[in-house]
């Protein structure tokens, strides 16, 4: 491997970046709303471990999926064990259910997290190599309602954003007694069409026909458009399940729209999928979408991809583990942060200083490196700049921040224990003694 330059060293790996501030208010305030919401809900935090064994996703995902076919981030320790950089959360979670035994808590048992996910995927808009992700995960029910409460948790959290025009696609994708079938007539209409598939398709052809129908490239997406479709597949039980989901959904009068070629990127799905998009007819960030998906509705709105999921019975099993039925999701939080800023949408606010301290001379320094805990202890939002020491300049970022009051210690102040109190915006000044100084400040900010 040549040697990264000194400027390569110091740049962030490819796919990988910094959030800053700005970024983060908007994390935080996704975060904040989606746990009020789960834990209104009844759900439980977890956080689980950035390393697990690389089986743990191969194995319930599938070698031929997307993820573990081309984008798992794997590593062989010193010790030998195969490791991978999660690429996803509900494996570790299945893995956690019966690591920690939650078999024994009260049933389903009902979980969220947030986190670092990893892929080795090629970066575009809205796609990284790191990015984050807020999940659910319901273990232990099959009832429909309980499809219908992830779904309707997710749509809650992006419309107490502010989000509009939430839009859930949504299919059933049949259980392991009647998704065979539909596989094998995929399968048939699909080598029909072999020659036309995409290199990869015609591997995945043998594998998992229904990979087919979530590759994303052009001649790909229009030879779905005549596929055999799962829905007119589905056994009796998976039908009466899928009913119910969108009973519940249309009792929370939640828009969903039936895509009957929606399948997920993982093997472990059965019977209801789905994605949840922000319908937007001009958006710049068709490119950004998961899928972008064509499907076979006619006028499919341009959409971008804010989250998926579905119900995953068979995972359990797949790791060698009793059954347990499951259902979940998950959110990529950074394309919520960036629509969320291209639509104008409000991020978490932070208390501005509404007061500022100024300090002269090396007294007052320390006078005021001891008040601003005074204020904090008070709750009073302050600003300061101590490493300052010219009156100027701190008025200056003072009246730059737009504070209500100036709080000044000079030597003087600072030997009898005053400080003035200078009103910015009608520039008088009042001399106060430091013990009256809060009980002052709180009466002045309250006018
Ligand atoms: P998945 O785990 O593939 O079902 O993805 C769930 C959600 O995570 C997607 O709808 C995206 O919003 C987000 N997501 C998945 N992969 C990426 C990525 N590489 N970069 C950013 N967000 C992603």
Known sequence: MPKKTKKEIIRSPKGMHDMLSGDIRYLERIIDMAKEIAEFYGFLPIQTPHLEHAELFSRPLGEMSEVVEKQMYTFRTKGGDLLALRPEATAQIMRAYSESGMNSWPHPVKLFYYGSFFRHENPQKGRFREFRQFGLETLGETDPVTDAIIIKIFYLILHELGFENILIRINSIGDKECRPYYKKELANYYKKKFNYLCKDCKRRLKENPLRLLDCKEESCIELKAKAPQMIDHLCDECKTHFKGVLEFLDEAEIPYMLDNYLVRGFDYYGRTVFEIFIENSESPAKEASNEGKENNHEKAPIAIALGGGGRYDELMAILGEKILPAVGG??????????????????????????????????????????????????????????????????????????????????????????????????????????????????GLKK
């Open 330 to 443: 998950a959110f990529g939080l950074e394309r919520i942060i960036f629509e969320m800023k291209r639509l104008g949408l409000q991020p978490r606010r932070v208390a501005q200083p509404r007061v500022f301290l100024i300090q002269i001379g090396s007294t007052a320094k320390k006078r005021g490196f001891s008040l601003m805990e005074e204020l904090r202890e008070e709750r009073i939002p302050v600003g300061e700049s101590l490493s300052r020491d010219n009156l100027k300049t701190q008025l200056n970022i003072a009246a730059k921040i737009g504070v209500r009051f100036a709080l000044i210690i000079g030597q003087k102040e600072a030997m009898e224990g005053s400080v003035i109190i200078r009103n910015m915006d009608e520039g008088t000044q009042e001399v106060v003694m430091q013990n009256k100084l809060i009980e002052k400040i709180k009466a």
